[in-house]
């Protein structure tokens, strides 16, 4: 089996692929597919793709060429802006779009690659994420400070759960869930943190029961705020986490401003504890990925040329095992095996 890694490259209009071979990283091909390419969403076994663009501003359909690790856009779905974040429903009938500048959430059919228009439309300041838990799906408002959740129903349409509230001025950004449905994990972008969410799963309310701090604390980082330059200011700049290892006992946090990596053991009944190892990555680390293994980490930097693979070891710490070059401005990773 092959494992085929992807990046998108934003400042290229790229996407770099590569393959991982035990702990190699061999780089394989580079695909222009549109300016400020981000998010991506993989479909079925992985190879065909939806991915946000700001030129022709929309949302791409790619496919992968197994062989060559080449991606080929196969259609176009204009947008007055760009989605920040990508995901497919659950049964590969609906593209889940989060939408940070135009504040709005989307629900949009699927046929052979092609995009209909909306079945749902959704409003909340800066959106950044849209994930999918059993019949409920969950968009992340940063702007808002909150997380709103909906039944997706049969014809696509979205109807409101409630919602919940994260801590005044945290910033929440990326969610992710665990395999049970019960637990899910979200890092806040001003404030560094993971809080972590009780689902019901009959009703999808949310309700935050813990807060853990994932960033680096010995480096002087302050609390950001909106509008602000995290990098100029030396505020926190909380990005992307993952789930890894075993049965998902490690979870993997980003940190922009002091490019790292933190790992937090997960307890069986999904409780964090403190981290056990902090990381230096590659430079702003907007988005990476573990592969499907579960004990790798793949790592892409928004203001580094090269990509870098990490083994999870048993106790939580990361070891770099490989680095291969990469376009400019890589801000997303997926890895698929075929």
Request: net charge negative; aromatic share 6%; proline share 5%.
């Amino acid at each position: 089996m092959t494992q085929i890694a992807s990046t998108t490259c934003a400042a290229d209009g790229t996407i770099t692929t590569f393959t991982i071979d035990g702990e190699g990283l061999t780089p394989l091909a580079i695909s222009p597919v549109g300016k400020g390419v981000s998010a991506m969403a993989l479909e079925g076994d992985g190879t065909r793709a939806y991915v946000s663009l700001k030129e022709p501003t929309g949302v791409a359909t790619v496919v992968l060429d197994a062989q060559t690790g080449s991606w080929t856009q196969t259609a176009h779905h204009s947008l007055s802006s760009h989605p920040s974040y990508l995901r497919v429903s659950e049964d590969g009938r609906f593209l889940l779009g989060a939408d940070y500048a135009a504040g709005k959430g989307f629900v949009w059919p699927l046929s052979d690659g092609q995009l209909g228009e909306p079945t749902a439309v959704i409003e909340h300041q800066n959106l950044h994420c849209v994930v999918q838990v059993g019949q409920h799906v969950y968009f992340v408002s940063l702007g808002e400070d909150l997380v709103a959740g909906y039944l997706l129903t049969e014809d696509g349409a979205l109807e409101s759960v409630g919602t919940v509230a994260a801590p005044v001025g945290s910033g929440p950004r990326h969610l992710i869930a665990r395999e049970d449905g019960r637990t899910l994990y979200c890092v806040t972008e001003f404030s560094g943190e993971v809080l972590r969410l009780r689902r019901d799963p009959a009703s999808g309310a949310l309700e935050i029961v813990q807060q853990v701090v994932a960033h680096a604390t010995d480096k002087g980082l302050r609390h950001s705020v909106f509008g602000a330059d995290p990098l100029k200011e030396h505020f926190i700049w909380g990005a992307d986490l993952h789930l890894a290892g075993p049965e998902g006992r490690w979870l993997v946090v980003s940190e922009r401003t002091e490019s790292t990596l933190a790992v937090l053991p997960v307890a069986d009944d999904g409780t964090l504890a403190e981290p056990v190892s902090l990381t230096a990555t590659e430079q702003q680390p907007r988005g990476f990925c573990v592969t499907p293994d579960e004990n790798h980490v793949l790592c892409p930097g928004e203001k580094s040329e090269q990509v870098s693979l990490f083994r999870l070891e048993d106790d939580g710490r990361l070891v770099r095992v490989a680095e291969a070059p990469n376009g400019k401005g890589a801000n997303w990773a997926r890895v698929v095996s075929l």
